[in-house]
């Protein structure tokens, strides 16, 4: 008799915890290295009216380390539903094949082939119920916890088919399980009943009451694939259904977070690293932080300490290397923090806060050797490696006879740790952390699948991961990597020409503007540099990033945390601007400093308590945007 994997309701507690024992087994021999080819001569069809990158790799290197083969058949290749009836494909195709695993849209045409078809059916994800995912998320709850027993879990966000499938398997293993969703995204109203009837469970509005006390937390993106239409409407629908340092607060202090959000930035590098060795309490050094950085460790209990050289902070100066770590700094703190409080110490090539500005080989080396001296790991955050690549080649004179990649691997060799976002480094979406030790890179490994999902996916394609290949070459060649750096010198320079206060010397990443000194009549806790990005894009549709007061956090006690800097960042990303683009950005800075004073300040309408300056909304303190446009429009009338 066949036995399907439709959805998780269609199996008893005990099916469940047999799955998840037979897997145990299985995860167990594939280590030990102990064959275990069970679904020998065996062929599964899978097929993908709905793309995933992390579902066929996971089914398809599953079948064949179990010894049977997968064919991989696409929307373009089935015919179901539309030339060909879905009983028709399940009787034909059960005579060719020993198992089909589908991912589709609708749970009917699943109950379907299950119905025609003589051969077992799998659910690889509808928009009703996802199970294989769950049964994964049950192994993983199970590794960490060691049971079930007293186990109480917390879904925040969308009541879709993942929300239906953890309901249902998590009540059926015995969890008490809690669910925060807005009343207008319910999970579906036949599983709700069940699960009032079948479980300790509880579905409300309110985050902070459904997580109060849980061991684990989980969540899921707020627009999920096709409903990217919906994508403003569900922000608006699920602001506060988050995971954050508030809700943690309200959680046991053990509770573990699992997602299936796909990760596309080096963000999700410093959330591992950060998870993986950082606890409250902890101190970690760097030359300067990066914002996202420090988040995941504040979110942990640690703290930051930076220790980059006083001169890194001035604004005008000839210094070639401003990102350099305090070695005399570095060494007091490791002696004050002792050496079992600093879980690591962290370098940013290339610090983005504070202009850009690189550290020098020298520096990278002289401060790796005393941390191993002091037998606290180095990290070295890569993700604008490139630009200081350049300025290592080219102002370091002890290394200007050695080639880009000779140079590269000289970092390299002097760190435990490097991750780096691929998006900076190398042309495609998507981040990776390099580990030196086997043994450390096994104790991070299984937060992947955790956070990430399987290890090709993560929103990188085979495509991203190819492009990354290539960017990875193309960043030792040194037309390829001298090309921001040189854009930005020259808008540096001629900006500085006009008197307009920039960060010199020229960084990487953009040409950054001092904007105490350009805005000195806007307070920093009125976000000056955000509002001259405002102002800069009311003034000739120029975008610019702000880094400083507004990419801080507030203080514990509320009171706003000014900025060391307070910058504004015009981003030259390669092979991207002309000569003639960056010449009008330099005249439209020109005309705005030349008439500054009418720029005002800014003021949070909602402010997130996490990393604001991604999802917080503002407004102009007073009326002038209109005042400013006025005069914009009176020097060059509706030109843009």
Not at 552 to 581: H, K, N, Y
Request: net charge negative.
């Amino acid at each position: 008799m066949k036995k399907d994997l439709l959805k998780l309701l269609d199996l008893t507690s005990e099916d469940i915890l047999e799955i998840l024992d037979t897997a145990d087994r299985l995860k167990a021999m594939k280590k030990a290295g102990i064959p275990h080819p069970f679904l020998e001569g065996k062929t599964l069809a899978m097929i993908f009216e709905k793309s995933s990158t992390r579902t066929r790799v996971s089914f398809e290197a599953g079948i064949y380390q179990l010894g049977g083969n997968a064919i991989y058949l696409s929307d373009k290749d089935s015919q179901i539903g539309r030339n060909e009836p879905v009983q028709d494909t399940a009787r034909v195709l059960s005579r060719y094949l020993d198992g089909i695993m589908i991912r589709t849209f609708a749970q009917q045409e699943v109950e379907d082939l299950a119905k025609y078809g003589s051969i077992p059916i799998i659910n690889g994800l509808t928009d009703y119920a996802h199970p294989c995912q769950v049964l994964a998320d049950l192994m993983t709850i199970r590794e960490r916890k060691g049971s079930f027993k007293g186990l109480k879990l917390c879904f925040v966000g969308d009541g879709n088919n993942m929300a239906n499938s953890l309901i249902v398997g998590c009540v059926k293993a015995g969890m008490a399980v809690r669910v925060a969703c807005p009343a207008q995204y319910l999970p579906d109203a036949g599983i709700l009943a069940w699960a009032k009837e079948n479980g300790d469970f509880a579905c409300a509005p309110d985050v902070l009451q459904m997580a109060e006390g849980a061991d684990v937390l989980y969540t899921d993106v707020w627009a999920s694939m096709g409903q990217e239409e919906e994508a403003a409407q569900r922000r608006a629908a699920f602001r506060g259904y988050q995971v954050n340092e508030a809700l943690m607060a309200v959680t046991d202090p053990g509770c573990m977070v699992q997602h299936c959000l796909p990760a596309h930035q080096g963000r999700a590098c410093e959330n591992i690293l950060a998870t993986r060795f950082v606890k409250p309490g902890s101190c970690v050094i760097m030359n300067y932080h990066f914002t996202t950085a420090k988040a995941h460790i504040t979110r942990l209990g640690g703290r930051v300490e930076e220790l980059v050289k006083a001169e890194g902070l001035e604004s005008a100066s000839t210094l070639p290397f401003k990102g350099n770590i305090d070695l005399d700094a570095l060494e007091r703190c490791i002696q004050r923090e002792t050496p079992s409080n600093v879980p690591f110490v962290r370098l940013e090539a290339g610090t983005n806060l504070i202009g850009g500005q690189p550290i020098s080989y020298e520096n990278m080396k002289a401060a790796t050797a005393i941390c191993r001296r002091h037998g606290i790991l180095t990290v070295l955050d890569a993700s604008l490696l490139q630009d200081n690549l350049y300025f290592i080649k080219t102002r370091e004179t002890a290394l200007a006879d050695k080639s880009v990649r000779e140079i590269t691997r000289m970092i390299a060799d002097l760190f435990d740790i490097i991750y780096f976002s691929a998006r900076k480094f190398g042309f495609a979406r998507g981040g990776a952390i390099l580990v030196r030790d086997p043994e450390l890179f096994h104790s991070m490994e299984d937060l992947v699948p955790m956070f990430e999902g399987f290890l090709t996916y993560g929103g990188m394609s085979v495509k991203e991961m190819e492009a990354m290949t290539v960017g990875f070459e193309e960043s030792m060649d040194m037309d390829v990597i001298s090309q921001g750096p040189q854009f930005i010198d020259y808008c540096v320079r001629r900006l500085a020409d006009y008197g307009v206060p920039v960060i010199t010397p020229g960084g990487g990443l953009g040409a950054h503007i001092d904007v105490k000194s350009f805005l000195p009549h806007v307070p920093q806790a009125q976000y000056s540099a955000g509002a001259l990005s405002c102002a800069l894009y009311v003034c000739g549709g120029i975008r610019g990033m702000e880094r400083g007061t507004l990419s801080e956090e507030r203080e514990p006690d509320g009171t706003e945390r000014i900025a060391s800097m307070e910058l504004l960042r015009l981003a030259f990303p390669r092979r991207v601007f002309t000569l003639s683009q960056t010449e009008y950005v330099i005249d439209r800075v020109k005309w705005l400093y030349d008439h500054r004073d009418l720029v005002g300040g800014l003021r949070f309408v909602h402010e997130p308590a996490t990393l604001r300056f991604f999802t917080g909304v503002l407004e102009p303190i007073g009326d002038w945007p209109e005042r400013l446009a006025a005069a914009y429009r009176a020097d060059f009338g509706d030109e843009q």
